[in-house]
């Protein structure tokens, strides 16, 4: 009986969860610009729409420029601060951490205007360079996470051989840090990439006449008749987004069958 | 000075000193153990040689050169880890290549290198063989030939067969000495297992709480132990307490108790400052204890078949410790008499 009602619990937490996004893909292919049942026609017109609209094409540009430059701070950042957190006797290493961590408890619209204000303080334009920066600060705490687990199986006995053997603190790591870390970099690279891609606030604030993909789209649902492109462009960026998931999990798997530890 | 030199090295953990003014001498080619139980600072001694941890003050010297201020990756040293620390990354052939980029060797003459190591170790074709796919045998292997393949002047090694099971470990300790002598490189060997120190070693420096105790050979550390600590650290041992009667340039007069009026070689009290009413510690390992019929009364407490030779312990009159005694006698609860030659009997200062 519990059980029954267990299971009537989780199907119901899924379809919560996954049927409006299935709306997406249905609609996308539906043969009428009203977002209504019943479905009138399979098409694939709004797809094709995309492949012309320069506009969209261009923030979509714009986007995956942010979203490449933040990833690579962010984890860049992420693994000198991991390495030191978890790697070396440091006095207020868990104070500071905290204060790394806080942007994550800031709401993002707090961030972004306060990010505002500073800029404009400091008469710096707006521009996409200011985007990354503000994501920069929100990823910045996602990649120390991800990073500190990976970190903490890291046998540092591995990094005083490679000095025993001749190696200085860059090589040593180039050719045993890095490499043992990539599962976890990569991980931090994806989490970060689609943190920044998806992001809208702080890049409302911050980008000025540059539009980033979700302020393009948040531009289109003024136009009735552009819904359908919307959603068409909403299922690629799902498609993506799931696949890109799928990749970080077998990854992960990939680092798990491989232990790290030296012993 | 000798090889590698260390003078007063002085090193605190937190406001505790783990080593304490250490003075150690070791000589071009031997084969050096330092030894004591864990925590006596041995393994920091050996790692602040490596130059993974610098002195408080003092000073290490290899080959006539100051290494105080010297990075790791600089030193003329290479160290085999207690956890071997084998490059799960790497295979066979890339780990022990590791230490040989900067030679800029070309690909035969660096596979030639390689292979040569990979046969004196014994891995000859595991070349190939992924990190995760080796035994413990295999990975210890690995770890001293990507050390000795750079050629160091010094080997350190951090308790190398302490991970291995015991029929490995005596294994590999011959070969290790085998390698020693065969490479000619200068060994310093840190171990807290008295067995291995002993069969491997050239020269031993025992330590405790920070300090070197004693340096000998293994031979000397044993028969002539100069202090409590390392006569007990070092196999087993019986003392008996004794006060000194008369000492002549040839001989020392001791009443020992139980044992009666002994009167023992002068040279067998050392060193040590002894006088005349000097209260002492002799000292006599199980296997000089002898059963013979006119000695000192006893009775088997428990004895212990070991092949050749039994191990017993022996209870005598007005005495609450047993005697440690190796030899062959009866089973448990036979009446023996033991007899202690005086030619075995060590003295040492009594703590109080």
Redesign the interface.
């Known amino acids: 009986m519990k059980n029954r009602a267990l299971f009537i619990y989780a199907l119901g937490y899924l379809a919560f969860l996954y049927v409006p996004v299935l709306f997406l893909p249905i609609f996308s292919f539906n043969n009428s610009q009203f977002i209504a049942f019943p479905l009138t026609g399979f098409t694939t017109r709004w797809y094709a729409g995309l492949g012309a609209d320069a506009a969209m094409q261009h923030a979509l540009g714009n986007s995956l420029k942010v979203g490449l430059v933040t990833a690579l701070l962010s984890t860049m950042l992420g693994l000198t601060a991991a390495k030191a957190v978890t790697q070396y006797r440091l006095r207020g290493a868990a104070a500071m951490l905290g204060f790394i961590s806080l942007p994550l408890f800031i709401p993002d619209i707090v961030l972004g205007i306060s990010l505002l204000l500073l800029l404009g303080l400091l008469n710096l334009p707006l521009s996409l360079a200011s985007v990354v920066v503000g994501h920069m600060l929100v990823c910045v705490p996602f990649s120390i996470t991800v990073l500190i687990a990976r970190f903490e199986g890291f046998d540092r006995n591995l990094e005083e051989a490679s000095a025993d053997l001749g190696e200085s603190g860059w090589m040593t790591f180039w050719r045993v840090t890095a490499p043992l870390m990539m599962p976890g970099i990569l991980a931090s690279l994806l989490l970060t990439f689609i943190t920044s891609f998806d992001e809208f606030l702080v890049a409302y604030f911050l980008s000025g006449t540059e539009a980033t993909l979700p302020i393009y789209i948040w531009g289109q649902l003024r136009f009735p008749e552009r819904l359908p492109t919307v959603l068409a462009l909403g299922a690629i960026i799902l498609t993506v987004s799931v696949a890109l998931v799928i990749a970080a999990e077998m990854l992960r798997n990939l680092g798990v069958k491989k232990p790290m530890v030296g012993a | 000075m000798s090889f590698l030199s260390i003078s007063q090295v002085t090193k605190a953990f937190g406001g505790l000193p783990v080593v304490n003014a250490v003075d150690l001498a070791i000589e071009r080619g031997e084969f050096f153990a330092l030894l004591g139980p864990s925590g006596c600072g041995k393994t920091t001694l050996l790692r602040m040689i490596?130059?993974?941890e610098t002195p408080d003050s003092g000073t290490i010297s290899i080959d006539g050169d100051v290494m105080n201020n010297v990075?790791?990756?600089?030193r003329p040293?290479?160290?085999v880890?207690q956890?071997?620390?084998?490059?799960?990354?790497l295979n066979v052939f890339d780990n022990i290549a590791?230490?040989l980029?900067?030679l800029k060797l070309s690909k035969d003459q660096l596979r030639a290198r390689v292979d040569a190591m990979l046969a004196t170790v014994r891995l000859e074709g595991l070349g190939g063989r992924a990190a995760?796919q080796l035994s413990g045998g295999q990975r210890q292997r690995v770890a001293l030939a990507?050390?000795l393949v750079?050629e160091p002047k010094l080997l350190l090694l951090d308790e190398p067969l302490g991970?291995l099971d015991k029929r490995l470990r005596e294994t590999m300790q011959v070969e290790l000495r085998a390698i020693q002598r065969k490479v000619g490189v200068t060994f310093l060997l840190v171990t807290h297992d008295q067995e291995e120190a002993l069969s491997l070693s050239d020269r031993i420096a025992v330590m405790s709480a920070g300090k070197i105790l004693q340096i000998a050979t293994p031979r000397e550390l044993y028969e002539r132990p100069n202090c409590r600590e390392v006569a007990d650290f070092i196999g087993e041992i019986n003392f008996f307490h004794a006060t000194v009667r008369e000492i002549t340039d040839t001989t020392a007069t001791v009443n020992a108790g139980l044992l009666g009026i002994v009167t023992l070689p002068s040279a067998n009290l050392g060193s040590h400052g002894i006088k005349r009413d000097d209260h002492i510690l002799l000292a006599i390992r199980p296997e000089h204890v002898r059963f013979a019929p006119d000695g000192v009364a006893g009775e088997i407490t428990s004895a212990t078949f070991l092949g050749e030779r039994s191990h017993f312990h022996v209870k005598i009159a007005g005495r609450s410790e047993p005697v440690s005694v190796s030899g062959n006698a009866g089973p448990q609860g036979s009446a023996v008499a033991l007899i202690f030659p005086p030619e075995r009997l060590i003295g040492l200062p009594s703590a109080d």
Do not use: V
């Open positions: 490596a130059g993974f990075p790791p990756h600089q040293t290479n160290m880890f956890s071997y620390a084998i490059f799960p990354h590791y230490g980029r900067k995760d990507r050390a750079r991970a």
